[in-house]
């Protein structure tokens, strides 16, 4: 059973994004103009996205991915592309359909032809879901840096229990400037606060991982930093060893 912080987490992080802020993510995903500091996070956004996708093979015909986490589906859109049969999953029903909203016609299910088989199936509910099978690849692009960092870790080995060849994820590496704007988001009324970004030594992060029992036949590969403005955050890729 997930421990209490995790679930009282989970739906915080499902009122923000499915109420609070679906039309700020909205059109933070977009093309449509924004103020320097989204931009910014904008920016480091598709960076972000490049490193994960640049992780995986050219080639993703015959495979099977889960985009934990998959927001507006950008991601889960290049990897079907790739011929990958992706299902994007997303604690936020008003953004899965924002997701399928945009969804380019050749992958919509049944074109998948145009594509090397490749199609998303978009999905809203928990990330955690043993019903949603097995997978070639997991990606969690900042998905997990709300979670208190014990709980991100037991989400890691929950899902490298249904990934078969590698785990790539994302964390919110701990340093002065975030710690900062931590602190001064808990100046602003409750109501108006995102659900705060949890901080972690990558140190830190990397002794809890090799203690996880689950994870004893995995191991880190490659890991990059992107920093844009107010975006902050660090790739990590686990392989099955």
């Given at each position: 059973m997930a421990p209490l912080s995790y679930l009282q987490r989970r739906g915080e992080i499902e009122t923000y994004f499915d109420r609070t802020a679906a039309q700020a993510w909205a059109r933070l995903t977009s093309d449509a103009p924004v103020g320097r500091i989204r931009a910014s996070v904008r920016a480091g956004r598709d960076r972000m996205r490049e490193t994960l996708l640049g992780w995986l093979p050219a080639d993703l015909?015959?495979?099977?991915?889960?985009?934990?986490?998959?927001?507006?589906?950008?991601?889960?859109?290049?990897?079907?592309?790739?011929?990958?049969?992706?299902?994007?999953?997303?604690?936020?029903?008003?953004?899965?359909?924002?997701?399928?909203?945009?969804?380019?016609?050749?992958?919509?299910?049944?074109?998948?032809?145009?594509?090397?088989?490749?199609?998303?199936?978009?999905?809203?509910?928990?990330?955690?879901?043993?019903?949603?099978?097995?997978?070639?690849?997991?990606?969690?692009?900042?998905?997990?840096?709300?979670?208190?960092?014990?709980?991100?870790?037991?989400?890691?080995?929950?899902?490298?229990?249904?990934?078969?060849?590698?785990?790539?994820?994302t964390f919110a590496p701990s340093n002065p400037a975030l710690i900062l704007f931590r602190a001064a988001g808990r100046l602003f009324p409750r109501g108006n606060r995102a659900p705060w970004i949890e901080p972690v030594a990558e140190k830190s992060l990397h002794r809890l991982l090799a203690a996880e029992p689950t994870l004893a036949h995995w191991q880190r590969g490659r890991t990059r930093r992107v920093a844009s403005g107010f975006y902050t955050s660090q790739a990590l890729e686990m392989v099955r060893a």
């Open positions: 015909r015959g495979t099977r991915l889960l985009d934990a986490g998959c927001g507006t589906g950008a991601l889960a859109v290049e990897a079907a592309r790739r011929g990958a049969r992706v299902v994007a999953i997303d604690l936020s029903p008003t953004l899965v359909e924002l997701a399928r909203q945009r969804q380019p016609a050749e992958l919509v299910h049944g074109a998948g032809h145009a594509t090397g088989g490749g199609h998303v199936d978009f999905r809203a509910g928990d990330m955690l879901d043993p019903a949603l099978g097995r997978f070639d690849y997991i990606v969690g692009m900042d998905s997990l840096i709300h979670y208190r960092t014990p709980d991100a870790v037991r989400v890691l080995a929950g899902l490298a229990q249904r990934a078969d060849r590698a785990l790539l994820f």
